[in-house]
């Protein structure tokens, strides 16, 4: 005889009649299932704080290999005077530019400039592009109108890199390039046009405070420059670089 | 009282024989069905982030209570194929002792797969359609007809000497 639906409902209703009464209480339970959430909220406090720390080590760590900006056109800073002994992240394996390193002394003494005697930045920097502001003005000397200044620039050509021209001169703020070489340097005190192989070369300058320079104007110690610039990485190519200007230190003409 | 704790004892309060119930037709023993009422429920509950809803508690506790029901048979089906090379063959139990002491239907069900076991119960004494039955095991309907066609013979070669007798 074939076992119809409802027999066989019957018969598992019957069979079920046999389970005892449930001997667990709701309270063991709830405490049961507290733990285990407790136990998932630090698991996932846990996870959380893995990804956050990755989400913050991550960027950070890429970002330790962003290219240098040292020694592009238009974005040398004045404190590139203070430029010394290749830093440690510049030594880093990831394509670099090794900066032209300059020290400066004028007087026989490095660059001072306290922060509250900082001048105004140059008037009409900034209208166009090639005549950026610079964002600091940097370590400089404060000077007097007439006054003579003994100037040594130490210049140090990281090894590969190619200088076609170097100059170094006098800048009111205008920083520009032509064909001819750079703009703004007044007076250009040192021009070197035979090309320059790496290592390190020492100039010694001298400038005089023009006497009618009125109080309160700023001036910088500027070189410029251009050539080839080695890029730190494993083939060792080169990345061709027109021209550079960058403002060496800050000279602050007071009464 | 947190919500959880709240559904919880609603749950309790109504349907908890009812629970132990299904899952004693599942396992055949009362013990191995109160650890899976339990487990079921600690289960269900447990999950912070996805909570029940309060008019869906007993269907998500029975859905998990299957599924663990499925997942450790299998366990012990592989566990069994092992056994035999660990048992002492001195012990080996007298299967009139287990005739004697389980009825008919009890022995019938045993004698289905995990699988099959489920989807009779869910199907014959839960009277949920194929259709739901095969949502809350994750297969296919035509997975669910297969099982309870191979159950259904399985059960009435079983019952029918019994009767007979």
Same mark, same amino acid.
């Given at each position: 005889?074939?076992?119809?639906?409802?027999? /066989?409902?019957?018969? /598992?209703?019957?069979?079920?009649?046999?389970?005892? @009464?449930?001997?667990?209480? *709701?309270?063991?339970?709830?405490? =049961?299932?507290?733990?285990?959430?407790? =136990?998932?909220? $630090?698991?996932?406090?846990?996870? /959380?704080?893995?990804?956050?720390?990755?989400?913050? $080590?991550?960027?950070?760590?890429?970002?330790?290999?962003? #290219?240098?900006?040292?020694?592009?056109?238009?974005?040398?800073?004045?404190?590139? $005077?203070?430029?010394?002994?290749?830093?440690?992240?510049?030594?880093?394996?990831?394509? =670099?530019?090794?900066?032209?390193?300059?020290?400066?002394?004028?007087?026989?003494?490095? #660059?001072?400039?306290?922060?509250?005697?900082?001048?105004?930045?140059?008037?009409?920097?900034? =209208?166009?592009?090639?005549?950026?502001?610079?964002?600091?003005?940097?370590?400089?000397?404060?000077?007097? #109108?007439?006054? &003579?200044?003994?100037? &040594?620039?130490?210049?140090?050509?990281?090894? &590969?890199? &190619?200088?076609?021209?170097?100059?170094?001169?006098?800048?009111?703020?205008?920083?520009?390039?032509?064909?001819?070489?750079?703009?703004?340097?007044?007076?250009?005190?040192?021009?070197?046009?035979?090309?320059?192989? @790496?290592?390190?070369?020492?100039?010694?300058?001298?400038?005089? *405070?023009?006497?009618?320079?009125?109080?309160?104007?700023?001036?910088? /110690?500027?070189?410029?420059?251009?050539?080839?610039?080695?890029?730190?990485?494993?083939?060792?190519?080169?990345?061709?670089?027109s021209g550079s200007f960058s403002a060496l230190v800050t000279v602050f003409v007071r009464r | 009282m947190e919500s959880w704790n709240r559904a919880l004892a609603d749950l309790a309060g109504d349907r908890l024989v009812a629970l132990k119930r299904q899952a004693f037709l599942l396992c055949g023993d009362d013990q191995q069905a109160e650890d899976l009422v339990q487990d079921a429920l600690v289960r269900a509950f447990a999950r912070s982030l996805r909570a029940p809803r309060p008019e869906a508690v007993e269907a998500y506790v029975r859905k998990i209570m299957m %599924?663990?029901?499925?997942?450790?048979? +299998?366990?012990?089906? +592989?566990?069994?194929?092992?056994?035999?090379? !660990?048992?002492? +063959?001195?012990?080996?139990?007298?299967?009139?002792?287990?005739?004697?002491?389980?009825?008919?239907?009890?022995?019938? !069900?045993?004698?289905?797969?995990?699988?099959?076991?489920?989807?009779?119960?869910?199907?014959?004494?839960?009277?949920?359609?194929?259709?739901?039955?095969?949502?809350?095991?994750?297969?296919?309907?035509?997975?669910?007809?297969? %099982? !309870?066609?191979?159950?259904?013979?399985?059960?009435?070669? +079983? !019952?029918?000497?019994?009767?007979?007798?």
């Amino acid at each position: 005889m074939p076992l119809t639906e409802q027999e /066989l409902h019957d018969q /598992l209703e019957k069979a079920a009649d046999q389970a005892l @009464p449930p001997r667990f209480t *709701v309270a063991d339970l709830s405490s =049961r299932i507290r733990r285990r959430r407790t =136990r998932q909220a $630090a698991a996932l406090t846990a996870c /959380l704080a893995v990804v956050a720390a990755a989400a913050v $080590a991550i960027p950070v760590a890429l970002a330790g290999h962003a #290219p240098l900006v040292v020694g592009q056109p238009g974005t040398t800073l004045p404190g590139s $005077a203070k430029l010394g002994p290749p830093r440690a992240e510049e030594s880093a394996p990831a394509p =670099r530019l090794r900066p032209v390193v300059f020290t400066v002394t004028v007087n026989g003494q490095r #660059p001072s400039l306290a922060a509250t005697a900082q001048p105004k930045p140059p008037k009409g920097c900034g =209208r166009t592009p090639a005549d950026p502001c610079p964002a600091t003005l940097g370590p400089g000397f404060a000077v007097r #109108p007439g006054e &003579r200044l003994s100037i &040594r620039i130490a210049v140090t050509i990281p090894v &590969r890199a &190619r200088i076609a021209g170097l100059w170094l001169g006098i800048s009111d703020g205008t920083f520009g390039w032509n064909d001819s070489g750079p703009v703004g340097l007044q007076p250009i005190l040192a021009r070197i046009r035979s090309g320059l192989e @790496p290592g390190r070369r020492t100039f010694l300058l001298s400038w005089t *405070v023009p006497d009618g320079t009125t109080a309160g104007t700023t001036l910088w /110690l500027a070189a410029s420059w251009d050539g080839m610039l080695p890029v730190a990485d494993p083939a060792g190519s080169h990345q061709l670089t027109s021209g550079s200007f960058s403002a060496l230190v800050t000279v602050f003409v007071r009464r | 009282m947190e919500s959880w704790n709240r559904a919880l004892a609603d749950l309790a309060g109504d349907r908890l024989v009812a629970l132990k119930r299904q899952a004693f037709l599942l396992c055949g023993d009362d013990q191995q069905a109160e650890d899976l009422v339990q487990d079921a429920l600690v289960r269900a509950f447990a999950r912070s982030l996805r909570a029940p809803r309060p008019e869906a508690v007993e269907a998500y506790v029975r859905k998990i209570m299957m %599924n663990l029901f499925i997942d450790r048979a +299998r366990r012990q089906s +592989r566990w069994n194929r092992n056994a035999p090379l !660990l048992a002492d +063959r001195e012990v080996v139990p007298d299967p009139a002792d287990e005739i004697a002491t389980r009825d008919v239907i009890r022995t019938a !069900l045993d004698g289905l797969s995990p699988r099959q076991r489920a989807c009779v119960i869910m199907r014959y004494y839960l009277d949920l359609p194929v259709a739901r039955v095969a949502a809350d095991l994750g297969v296919a309907e035509g997975t669910v007809k297969r %099982n !309870l066609s191979e159950a259904m013979t399985k059960i009435a070669a +079983r !019952l029918s000497p019994a009767q007979d007798r």
